[in-house]
């Protein structure tokens, strides 16, 4: 058996203090526990001194882990609080201690002012309204030169020349072309709330051209105002309130319920001194117009229509009433540029401040998405509030940055979601495409010449447009733009084209090349052309120019091309090429077409219609519609046209955008 000695176990006696007495004092501790430890033996000591050891070194290991992590995030942000540390065994992040993201301060737009509610740019107040003073004319007054009569044209299909699948825009509408009659395309979108109009029978064919009571001689600007008033007495006596006129069922069209002609026609009142109209329209504005309604709405229609009207309107008038009304429309239709690309929907529901595109394709047209720059860049100056003209700007910055482009010519679509152009190959100056040009040039002279990214795209697609579009007619020599659809020209002509000459004539103004100017002469000539050589002197919608030497025509016109919807691009570049050069001949060929309109779109009840065959003076086919812009555009330019004040609305202080309301170019410094 083995006997344990004294020094084989670990006896921890504990001694009593000696005097019986609590004694808690420092040294009286340090006495008793030094005593006590000389009296281990030295195998008691060693093993506590191990026992301890091992305890410090696994405390040490087991630290970090048990630990809370730190939550102050400035300690860990010095490199030196991660030495020593196992970053093998640590997560990088863990939720909830994402650094805090400072606000960055973001950049006010280059041009843009941001003045104070107190300093917000004054309106451009133009001269408040009065009658005109009437003028003798210069040059020829009642007539210009003869139109030659021609014959009848073949009638031809409606195919496209472009081979893509044909598409019908009416609005924003994308429509099958098969799916669509013409007068189904004249008459997209009716409304459900039209009064009930009377069956058209024979006599109403012909819509009754109203005599204008004017003698001569005649007041140019005069007999303009005259037909104005006529148009308004049509739409104040049977679509007042409504978005459009038809003139002959004495009845209206909705779109957007919004009073589309009303406020389309604001500026165009005031700029023609008609006083009483102007104020009982405003009085409608203030009391009925409403944009609180769950209501879809074209984005750019609406825009360049309302959101430009009620703009133009407050520049002209001084009136803040107008302000605040566009203020509330942009805002309601900023919702449109909420997608995967920021490149806008088509459609906006301005009640709901929700946005789609068309229900078939996820696609807007290039054109729509381009062109509502002017209007809010311009909302952001005088609102002092960027989020508006960021929007726009960042459409314009993926365009430019885009491939797909043919020497600076763009196609007519883009993707809403991809932020790429769709339907690539084909390029016009006409539908989808045309106010994405007119708009590069506007924007650079709208922000006071600084912008040079639009301002090269814009010369790059004017050489473009010289190198892969432009034709000269056999017979005749007129210089028209055709159209490029996959390497294969097509001698096609829009009316929309027709806005080109006074866009170039307008950027010759402003210090771009010369010969852009005398493209612009010979463009606008081929525009009065596609009137003068149509039987009733009205254009069609779309022309077809001969290239061939052995045609003693210029101009031939499908039959499902022949229709007019008293559209403005003619009269507009006249305006702008007689304000540069003071031809008279301008004024003439304005004259001419003018009197046209009266002659067969006048309606003796009231208002003026589109018609559907510009081939047929006896029988032009009334299609019982005044387009918005027949007011708000076509009636303005004739009158600039031929008003003998060229300060009246000059074009060294606004910029007209795509739907005739001028808005101030920025003073230089905002
Ligand atoms: C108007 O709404 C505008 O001028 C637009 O740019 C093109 N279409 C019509 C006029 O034709």
Redesign the pocket.
Known sequence: MYALSSKDFVSLTVTEGGDGRYNNGKQRRRQSWWRRWKQLSRLQRTLILLLLSAVVVCGTAMYPSLMPFPTDVSLLAGEDNWKGMDTGTLKPALPGVIPEVVPRAVPAPEKLELPTEQNRPAPNKHRPVVPHKRQRSRGNVSGGPTKESQGPSEERGAETADGEKPLVSWRGAIIEAEQVTEAQHMEAQPSTRQREAPPAGPGQAVPQVAATGLTEPIDRAEAVREAFRHAWKGYRDFAWGHDELKPISKSYGEWFGLGLTLVDALDTMWILGLKEEFEEAKKWVATELNFSKNMDVNLFETT??ILGGLLSTYHLTGDRFFFDKAKDIGTRLMPAFKTPSKIPYSDVNIGQGKARPPRWTSDSTVAEVT?IQLEFRELSRLTQDPQFQNAVDEVMKIVHRLDGKHDGLVPKFINTNSGQFTHRGVFTLGARA??YYEYLLKQWIQSGKKENELVEDYLQAVEGVKKNLLRVTAPRRLTFVGELSHGRFSAKMDH?VCFLPGTLALGTHHGLPADHMELAARLVETCYQMYAQMETGLSPEIAQFNLQPRNSRDIEVKAADRHNLL???TVESLFYLYRFTQDQKYRDWGWEIFQSFNKHARVSTGGYTSIGNVRDPANPRPKDKMES?FLG?TLKYLYLLFSDDPSLVSLDEYVFN??GHPLPIWPSGS
């Open positions: 360049i229509r062109s045309d106010s929309l559209r403005p691009e812009f555009e795509t739907e």
